[in-house]
Protein backbone atom coordinates (compact mmCIF):
# COMPACT_ATOMS: atom_id res chain seq x y z
CA UNK A 1 0.00 0.00 0.00
CA UNK A 2 2.75 2.42 1.03
CA UNK A 3 4.78 1.49 -2.51
CA UNK A 4 1.59 2.73 -4.42
CA UNK A 5 0.65 5.62 -1.98
CA UNK A 6 4.55 6.83 -2.68
CA UNK A 7 4.31 6.09 -6.67
CA UNK A 8 1.07 7.93 -6.67
CA UNK A 9 2.25 11.40 -5.01
CA UNK A 10 5.30 10.99 -7.18
CA UNK A 11 2.97 10.51 -10.12
CA UNK A 12 1.30 13.88 -8.88
CA UNK A 13 4.59 15.82 -8.02
CA UNK A 14 5.85 15.38 -11.69
CA UNK A 15 2.63 16.11 -13.48
CA UNK A 16 2.31 19.49 -11.30
CA UNK A 17 5.78 20.37 -12.22
CA UNK A 18 5.41 19.72 -16.16
CA UNK A 19 1.94 21.25 -16.27
CA UNK A 20 3.71 24.51 -14.55
CA UNK A 21 6.49 24.18 -16.55
CA UNK A 22 4.80 24.01 -19.85
CA UNK A 23 2.33 26.89 -19.00
CA UNK A 24 5.31 29.40 -18.90
CA UNK A 25 4.78 31.25 -21.90
CA UNK A 26 7.56 33.83 -23.72
CA UNK A 27 5.17 36.87 -23.10
CA UNK A 28 2.89 36.40 -19.90
CA UNK A 29 0.13 33.89 -21.95
CA UNK A 30 1.57 33.50 -25.31
CA UNK A 31 4.60 32.25 -26.68
CA UNK A 32 6.65 34.18 -29.37
CA UNK A 33 4.69 32.91 -32.71
CA UNK A 34 1.66 31.94 -31.25
CA UNK A 35 -1.44 33.04 -32.60
CA UNK A 36 -2.87 36.05 -31.12
CA UNK A 37 -6.57 35.51 -31.55
CA UNK A 38 -7.02 33.79 -27.90
CA UNK A 39 -4.87 37.25 -25.87
CA UNK A 40 -8.11 38.33 -24.85
CA UNK A 41 -9.33 35.26 -23.42
CA UNK A 42 -6.15 34.33 -21.64
CA UNK A 43 -5.48 37.65 -20.01
CA UNK A 44 -8.63 37.38 -18.97
CA UNK A 45 -8.18 34.51 -17.33
CA UNK A 46 -5.45 36.06 -14.95
CA UNK A 47 -7.97 38.73 -14.43
CA UNK A 48 -7.15 41.18 -16.33
CA UNK A 49 -9.57 43.81 -18.05
CA UNK A 50 -8.80 45.26 -21.82
CA UNK A 51 -7.77 48.59 -21.66
CA UNK A 52 -10.14 50.91 -24.16
CA UNK A 53 -8.23 53.97 -24.40
CA UNK A 54 -5.64 54.60 -27.42
CA UNK A 55 -3.07 51.33 -27.80
CA UNK A 56 0.13 52.19 -27.12
CA UNK A 57 1.92 52.65 -30.33
CA UNK A 58 2.77 49.63 -32.46
CA UNK A 59 0.72 47.42 -30.06
CA UNK A 60 -2.66 45.58 -31.37
CA UNK A 61 -3.89 44.69 -27.48
CA UNK A 62 -3.59 46.37 -23.99
CA UNK A 63 -4.63 45.11 -20.99
CA UNK A 64 -5.02 47.00 -17.63
CA UNK A 65 -3.20 44.18 -14.93
CA UNK A 66 -0.91 44.53 -11.97
CA UNK A 67 2.32 43.44 -12.41
CA UNK A 68 5.52 44.58 -9.30
CA UNK A 69 1.84 45.60 -7.14
CA UNK A 70 2.00 48.39 -9.25
CA UNK A 71 -1.21 49.14 -12.08
CA UNK A 72 0.18 48.64 -15.35
CA UNK A 73 -0.55 48.15 -18.85
CA UNK A 74 -0.08 44.45 -20.49
CA UNK A 75 0.79 44.88 -24.12
CA UNK A 76 0.82 42.69 -27.15
CA UNK A 77 2.00 43.52 -31.11
CA UNK A 78 1.24 40.71 -33.76
CA UNK A 79 2.79 40.21 -36.99
CA UNK A 80 0.51 38.59 -39.45
CA UNK A 81 -1.81 37.19 -36.43
CA UNK A 82 1.66 35.82 -34.67
CA UNK A 83 3.21 37.45 -30.96
CA UNK A 84 6.12 39.18 -31.77
CA UNK A 85 6.53 41.46 -29.00
CA UNK A 86 5.08 42.07 -25.61
CA UNK A 87 5.52 44.61 -22.65
CA UNK A 88 4.39 46.14 -19.40
CA UNK A 89 4.09 50.08 -19.70
CA UNK A 90 4.01 51.57 -16.11
CA UNK A 91 2.71 55.10 -15.52
CA UNK A 92 5.16 57.03 -13.04
CA UNK A 93 4.29 59.79 -10.78
CA UNK A 94 7.16 61.58 -11.09
CA UNK A 95 10.83 61.10 -12.15
CA UNK A 96 12.19 60.30 -8.78
CA UNK A 97 9.15 56.89 -9.10
CA UNK A 98 10.01 56.39 -12.32
CA UNK A 99 13.74 56.26 -11.70
CA UNK A 100 12.61 53.83 -8.07
CA UNK A 101 10.35 51.43 -10.78
CA UNK A 102 13.21 51.69 -13.70
CA UNK A 103 15.66 50.45 -10.71
CA UNK A 104 13.23 47.17 -9.11
CA UNK A 105 12.99 46.26 -13.29
CA UNK A 106 16.49 46.33 -13.85
CA UNK A 107 16.90 43.83 -10.63
CA UNK A 108 14.24 41.76 -11.64
CA UNK A 109 15.44 40.97 -14.72
CA UNK A 110 19.12 40.90 -14.11
CA UNK A 111 18.34 38.05 -11.73
CA UNK A 112 16.20 36.35 -14.54
CA UNK A 113 18.49 36.75 -17.42
CA UNK A 114 21.81 37.96 -15.63
CA UNK A 115 23.30 41.12 -16.76
CA UNK A 116 22.13 43.60 -19.21
CA UNK A 117 23.85 42.66 -22.57
CA UNK A 118 24.45 46.70 -23.25
CA UNK A 119 23.49 49.11 -20.35
CA UNK A 120 22.97 52.96 -21.46
CA UNK A 121 24.29 53.81 -17.24
CA UNK A 122 27.68 51.48 -18.14
CA UNK A 123 31.07 53.52 -17.74
CA UNK A 124 31.49 52.91 -21.70
CA UNK A 125 28.17 54.22 -22.88
CA UNK A 126 28.44 57.25 -20.80
CA UNK A 127 32.23 57.08 -22.57
CA UNK A 128 30.81 57.00 -25.79
CA UNK A 129 28.42 59.74 -25.75
CA UNK A 130 31.08 62.04 -23.88
CA UNK A 131 33.13 61.56 -26.64
CA UNK A 132 30.87 62.85 -28.92
CA UNK A 133 29.82 65.78 -27.00
CA UNK A 134 26.76 64.49 -25.69
CA UNK A 135 24.69 65.88 -22.17
CA UNK A 136 23.08 62.88 -21.04
CA UNK A 137 20.27 63.38 -18.21
CA UNK A 138 19.52 60.55 -15.65
CA UNK A 139 16.77 59.33 -17.69
CA UNK A 140 18.93 59.14 -20.42
CA UNK A 141 21.14 56.61 -19.05
CA UNK A 142 18.08 54.77 -17.49
CA UNK A 143 18.13 51.89 -20.50
CA UNK A 144 19.47 48.34 -20.98
CA UNK A 145 19.12 45.15 -23.21
CA UNK A 146 18.86 41.83 -22.17
CA UNK A 147 19.80 38.73 -23.91
CA UNK A 148 16.89 36.27 -23.83
CA UNK A 149 16.92 32.32 -25.24
CA UNK A 150 14.15 33.53 -27.71
CA UNK A 151 13.85 37.23 -27.27
CA UNK A 152 15.52 40.15 -26.07
CA UNK A 153 14.18 42.25 -23.06
CA UNK A 154 14.32 46.10 -23.06
CA UNK A 155 13.97 48.09 -19.79
CA UNK A 156 13.62 52.02 -20.46
CA UNK A 157 12.16 55.47 -18.75
CA UNK A 158 10.45 58.00 -20.89
CA UNK A 159 10.71 61.84 -20.11
CA UNK A 160 6.21 63.74 -20.28
CA UNK A 161 5.82 64.33 -23.86
CA UNK A 162 2.81 65.71 -25.46
CA UNK A 163 -0.42 64.27 -23.55
CA UNK A 164 1.08 61.53 -20.87
CA UNK A 165 3.70 61.63 -18.19
CA UNK A 166 6.53 59.89 -17.10
CA UNK A 167 6.63 56.11 -18.39
CA UNK A 168 8.59 52.99 -17.46
CA UNK A 169 8.31 50.09 -20.05
CA UNK A 170 9.93 46.52 -20.02
CA UNK A 171 9.21 44.58 -23.13
CA UNK A 172 9.87 41.76 -25.08
CA UNK A 173 11.04 40.94 -28.43
CA UNK A 174 11.30 37.71 -30.31
CA UNK A 175 15.04 37.32 -31.62
CA UNK A 176 12.76 36.76 -35.09
CA UNK A 177 11.92 40.36 -35.44
CA UNK A 178 15.27 41.80 -34.00
CA UNK A 179 16.89 43.01 -37.37
CA UNK A 180 13.32 44.42 -39.03
Not at 3 to 9: I, T
Not at 64 to 74: I, K, M, P, S
Request: proline share 2%.
Amino acid sequence: MRARFVFGYASLASALLFSATSAAADFRVLDFDAPCEQVGSLEAARGSTTFNGKLPSGYQFAFHTRELDRDALAVYACDKGLLYRGAYIFEAKDEADATRLYAALKRRVTGELGAPSYDFASKEHRQKMSDVGATLSRTDLQVAFWNAKNSEAHASVAAPSKDRGWRVSLSYTAKSHLDE
